[in-house]
């Protein structure tokens, strides 16, 4: 694989078993994981490590949802083009709506078909897609 150091994803869900489930396919995919088990651990993580290159979030969470997640992230010059994923049950259009209006760049209903989840990041990160 050469020299090529590995960009860091950001996983962000209250499910551990879905945290688990993501975070291998995008190992498997080549990328570093750091997980969060709700917004507020993300903002918390994304600040200690401001080289993370994608953030994938669900909606549905404790403290600090997925939306206020995503909006705090935009609100941040640092982080306004930050690619953003959203992974969640919500599938009604409403909902899908509000996630790109607050700006996420993708919007997948769970469960993520893991091709499908890596591609989407590729895209997001401007990656070459084989």
């Not at 078993?17 to 396919?25: D, E, G, K, S």
């Not at 994981?33 to 080289?51: C, F, N, S, T, W």
């Not at 083009?81 to 919500?90: A, C």
């Amino acid at each position: 694989m050469g020299e090529r150091k590995k960009k860091k994803i950001l996983v962000v869900d209250d499910s551990q078993v879905t945290r688990n489930f993501h975070a291998y396919i995008l190992r498997s995919a080549g990328y570093e994981v750091i997980d969060a088990i709700d917004g507020a651990d993300a903002l918390e993580k994304l600040y200690m490590h401001p080289e993370i290159a994608c953030v994938i979030t669900d909606l549905n969470m404790p403290k600090m949802d997925g939306l206020t997640l995503i909006g705090r992230i935009r609100e941040d010059d640092a982080f306004k083009d930050l690619p953003i994923i959203i992974v969640t049950t919500l599938n009604d259009s409403t909902d899908k709506l509000k996630g790109y209006e607050i700006g996420a760049n993708f919007y997948i209903v769970k469960p993520a078909d893991p091709k499908f989840l890596v591609k989407s990041i590729q895209i997001a990160l401007g990656e070459m897609i084989q």
